[in-house]
């Protein structure tokens, strides 16, 4: 009976430790290669979201911008921040692309569009991405280690919601639209 009470103490420290634990385990956690903040670009240089993210002719979506749309601006320092001076050594000089991590890409089965989202249906990228686009500076990527998925798809940071099958379809059903599987699965 006395060795029941270190043995309850014990279990709920394993389990609080797994509780708080488990999500930092279960996430490994990788910088952005630039310390680029989105706030900065809007308020000094003026910077518009389509002069990054465009829309192409075809109405396919660009997506994340490649190197020589910063190079111009950069081919020089306009500033004197040591994070403006590391991106222009080591991308902007050797013209080497960032590798960029994603945080909202999907598995490769699924297809989704921005034009129909953004353009048809006129929604704001805040709706499915929450503040990315207003931040002054990159969260480091988080991916789970099982799936190899961005932690994104659960839940999309700042915002009450994720990216997951269900949040897409929810959406749709409350906006009173049916997809068929192979609408959303390549
Ligand atoms: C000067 C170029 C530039 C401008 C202007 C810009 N962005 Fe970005 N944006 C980037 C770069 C570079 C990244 C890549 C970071 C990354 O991997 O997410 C990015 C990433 C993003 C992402 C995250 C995409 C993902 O899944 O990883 C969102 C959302 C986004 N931008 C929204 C916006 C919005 C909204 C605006 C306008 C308010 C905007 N951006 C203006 C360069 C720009
Ligand atoms: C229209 C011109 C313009 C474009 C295009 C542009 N930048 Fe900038 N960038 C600026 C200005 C202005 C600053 C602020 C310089 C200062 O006063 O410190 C800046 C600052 C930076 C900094 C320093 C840290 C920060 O974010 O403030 C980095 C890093 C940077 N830019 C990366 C990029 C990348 C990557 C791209 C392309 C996706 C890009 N820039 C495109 C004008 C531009
Ligand atoms: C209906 C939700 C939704 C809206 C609205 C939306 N996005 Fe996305 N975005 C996504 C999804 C989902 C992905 C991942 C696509 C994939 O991996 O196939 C994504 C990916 C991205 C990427 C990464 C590159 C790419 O194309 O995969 C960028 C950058 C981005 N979005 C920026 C924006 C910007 C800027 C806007 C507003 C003009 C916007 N998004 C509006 C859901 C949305
Ligand atoms: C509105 C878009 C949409 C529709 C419709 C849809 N899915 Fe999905 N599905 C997704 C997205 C986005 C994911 C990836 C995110 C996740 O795992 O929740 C996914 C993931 C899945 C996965 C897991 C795949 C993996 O790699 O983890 C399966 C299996 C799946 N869907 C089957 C189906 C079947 C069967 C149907 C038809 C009954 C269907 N889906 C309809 C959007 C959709
Ligand atoms: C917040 C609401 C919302 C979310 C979240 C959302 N969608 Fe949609 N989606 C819409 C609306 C609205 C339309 C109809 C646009 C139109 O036809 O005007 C649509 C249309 C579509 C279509 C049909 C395209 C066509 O050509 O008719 C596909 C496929 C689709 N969405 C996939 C996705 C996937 C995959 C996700 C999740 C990653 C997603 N959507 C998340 C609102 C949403």
């Known amino acids: 009976m006395r060795g029941i009470i270190p043995f309850l103490a014990g279990t709920l420290i394993a389990l609080g430790a797994g509780w708080v634990g488990f999500p930092y385990a279960i996430n490994q956690r990788r910088p952005q290669p630039v310390d ?3 706030k900065i670009h809007a308020d000094k240089a003026g910077t518009k979201c389509e002069d990054c993210h465009a829309f192409r002719e075809d109405g396919t979506f660009a997506g994340i911008p490649a190197l020589d749309k910063c190079s111009g601006c950069h081919a020089a320092a306009m500033g ?3 994070a403006e001076k ?10 080497r692309e960032p590798q960029w991590a994603d945080y ?3 598995p490769e089965n699924v297809f989704f569009s921005h034009s129909v989202h953004v353009k048809r249906a006129g929604m704001t990228c ?6 990315t686009g207003a931040s002054n ?3 480091p990527y988080r991916e789970d280690r099982i799936s190899g998925y961005s932690a ?3 839940k999309v940071s700042g915002t009450n919601h994720g990216m997951k099958m269900a949040d897409c379809v929810n959406c749709h059903r409350t906006k009173g ?3 068929s599987c192979l609408d959303c699965h390549k």
């Open 177 to 179: 639209l049916e997809h």
């Open 152 to 154: 994104d798809i659960w």
């Open 126 to 131: 805040e709706s499915c991405h929450g503040t």
């Open 36 to 38: 680029f903040s989105h």
């Open 137 to 139: 500076g990159l969260r």
């Open 80 to 82: 004197t921040t040591a």
């Open 86 to 95: 590391n991106f222009i050594d080591q991308f902007v000089m050797p013209n």
């Open 104 to 106: 909202a890409r999907q």
